[in-house]
């Protein structure tokens, strides 16, 4: 019997990330301190800093009420009014700001506070090349058929929520063209649109999106409740997050940026904030990159795992229950465990764990939301909309480039895979429950985890990518088919999967497994760790629980690979129909033991031939073959394993 580990990652480096006429209100210029605004692209493979993404003015909440312009709306009497002075109208032009019914527009750069109540009305910016704070303080505006507000143009446009505030923006119908632009969103802005302040912004939008920037929209502040048919937060350049708190309910994605004509923007950055997405598409999806450094995200994409489309038949014996098998923090004898073993890492800083990754009881997945919870989806295709295969995807964060988390607590129910990236995926640190219909985490290329607690609670893949590489973290999967698979091909839609027959045109040397370090727990209805390329195992402790049938195997590599563990501490227990020798080129002592008959679930105990413990292992299905190697091993001596109380004795 071989023990083999699948898939070496490679991962190499992923450095992710990655209507209606206006006149406008004079007013002071609403960002003196503002600094030049400049469009920040990256490439497919560029991380993003957090002082490169916002201005000191997006982040400063501050104004001068007494330099500000003051709009009170009120149905056909709305009433404008600049600094001390009340001059005040309904149809005419003071101060910048055109009154027309129920239709206010502003013309010129400064800052205007707007409270009261319009039940059929709109805001306008038109205010060309200047820069316009809007005060929202108690604001509630409803736009059947438009935008509450609405963009047309400025240099750029700043939404600040006052403290303690309560703001309502509504559209109840079908969108109606009103000028050139295609108006699809409860807030539209043509140039960049920035919010921030403390107060509360609820947005219903019945036929449209919540919020939409044809440049870059960001978010420093605020709570927002957000009910949207089509997609909650798009930005065309960018989406980009500091603080906040989330309650998206889309019809569509959560957090969307796509620009189909430049590569080079479409990206997707938060730095913290609270979320709670529930999106009949992807919660958070971008064409470029995606690079989260922290945050709290409850996810449910797609109605969650109960509407996914299964493609394997799940069959496995449920999760780790009753106590049974090394608990994520445990060693097989339920001790702490040891250090972990240095291994040969790769070259290079596999990031910068800051979370804490003593091996700690694991949290129990919450349950499955109810997904009638969603929202439909309802409108037409518009230019801020994704393609047609985009608004099919039910994945929990998706990047079509590279993916980087390098921190926040994610709890992602998805139809599709929970992280997904058509690049690279590269986890440093955070702590993931993810539950989904198809892979915990997919990457069209490589996947490097360098740190984190990742509970993958059910999935039908838990780990997958054309390379894997394990660098530290505690990582539990349970898995329907593979627990960690490294295969090429690419998955884009999901469901339709990448086997280890779709890989004419890569080579098994583009394909790759590497176990580095960490804690890593596998209980799969199919091969526990697979790899179309070589498997190498260099540190880390890896526990499998893999197939009871003879189909699969508890480590499968491809027909011209092999298997190396060089250190570290490997335990697989499964089938011996298909299990495959561990390459005698391996630095550390391996043992293979093909039992006579399957074996109940239960301890298996190594011992020397003093009779002093190797592993003891709780085995969570029955088996018929063995896998052990650790340090311990060594070459020439005799030991004992024990199985359900028989006894074998393995010569090495």
Not at 241 to 263: C, M, P, Q, W
Not at 307 to 330: A, I, L
Request: hydrophobic content about 30%.
């Amino acid at each position: 019997m071989s023990y083999r580990r699948k898939r070496l990652c490679a991962l190499l480096g992923s450095a992710v990330i990655l209507s209606m006429t206006v006149t406008a209100c004079s007013g002071t210029a609403a960002d003196s301190t503002d600094a030049t605004e400049s469009q920040q692209a990256v490439s497919t493979g560029d991380t993003l800093s957090y002082d490169d993404m916002f201005t000191d003015r997006d982040l400063d909440v501050g104004y001068e009420e007494s330099d500000s312009v003051k709009i009170s709306l009120s149905d056909d009497s709305t009433t404008v009014s600049s600094g001390s002075s009340d001059n005040s109208s309904t149809d005419d032009t003071v101060d910048g700001v055109t009154v027309d019914g129920n239709v206010i527009t502003i013309t010129s750069g400064g800052t205007y506070i707007i409270s009261g109540t319009l039940s059929e009305g709109q805001l306008v910016v038109d205010a060309d090349d200047e820069k316009v704070q809007l005060v929202l303080d108690n604001a509630d505006i409803t736009c059947a058929t438009s935008a509450a507000i609405y963009v047309k143009s400025a240099g750029k446009t700043f939404i600040t929520l006052a403290e303690g505030s309560e703001n309502i923006l509504m559209n109840t119908a079908e969108f109606e063209t009103i000028d050139d632009n295609n108006i699809d969103a409860v807030i539209f802005s043509k140039d960049d649109l920035a919010l921030n302040g403390s107060g509360t912004l609820t947005i219903n939008s019945e036929n449209g999106h919540g919020i939409v920037s044809k440049d870059d929209l960001k978010i420093t502040g605020g709570t927002y409740n957000i009910t949207a048919a089509s997609h909650a937060l798009s930005g065309k350049d960018s989406v980009r997050i500091a603080a906040g708190t989330f309650n998206l309910v889309s019809g569509k994605d959560g957090i969307h940026s796509e620009n189909a004509d430049d590569s080079s923007k479409g990206y997707v950055y938060i730095a913290g904030g609270e979320f709670t997405i529930d999106s009949t598409g992807d919660g958070i999806d971008a064409s470029n990159i995606v690079q989260i450094d922290g945050g709290t995200f409850d996810i449910t994409a797609g109605g969650g795992v109960e509407n996914s489309t299964k493609t394997h038949e799940d069959n496995m014996m449920g999760g780790r229950g009753g106590g049974k098998g090394p608990q994520m923090g445990e060693a097989p004898d339920g001790n702490a465990p040891s250090e972990k073993p240095s291994g040969e890492a790769p070259q290079g800083d596999p990031g910068n764990n800051s979370s804490d990754n003593s091996n700690s009881d694991r949290e129990t997945p919450p349950e499955k939301p109810d997904s009638n919870t969603n929202q439909a989806a309802g409108t037409e295709q518009s230019e801020s909309d994704t393609s047609d295969s985009d608004s099919a995807s039910t994945k929990g964060i998706k990047a079509d480039g590279r993916l980087y988390i390098n921190g926040g607590t994610f709890t992602i129910n998805s139809a599709d895979d929970s992280v997904h990236s058509n690049s690279a995926v590269t986890i440093n640190d955070g702590t993931y429950t993810l539950t989904t219909g198809d892979d915990g985490v997919h990457s069209g290329e490589a996947v490097e985890i360098n740190g984190g607690t990742i509970t993958i609670s059910e999935s039908y893949e838990g780990l997958e990518g054309l390379t894997v590489t394990i660098n530290d973290g505690d990582i539990d999967i349970t898995s329907s088919d593979d627990g960690i698979n490294a295969a090429g091909g690419t998955e884009e839609m999901g469901f339709g999967r990448m086997g280890n027959d779709s890989t004419e045109d890569t080579s098994t040397d583009e394909m790759w497994m590497e176990i580095n370090g960490g804690y890593i727990h596998v209980l799969a209805g199919g091969d526990g760790i697979d790899s179309n390329g070589d498997i190498t195992v260099n540190g880390g402790e890896v526990y499998i629980d893999g197939p009871s049938d003879n189909g699969n195997s508890a480590i499968d590599y491809g027909d011209r690979s092999a298997c190396y563990v060089n250190g570290g501490t490997v335990v697989a227990i499964g089938s011996s129909g298909m299990a495959e020798d561990i390459s005698d080129d391996s630095d550390q002592q391996v043992m293979l033991v093909k039992l006579d008959s399957q074996e109940e679930a239960g301890e298996v105990i190594l011992t020397d031939s003093d009779g002093n413990e190797i592993i003891t292992y709780t085995a969570l299905k029955v088996y018929d073959c063995v896998i052990i190697s650790t340090k311990d091993l060594e070459a020439g001596q005799t030991y004992t394993l024990t199985t359900s109380g028989t006894q074998t004795n393995v010569d090495l």
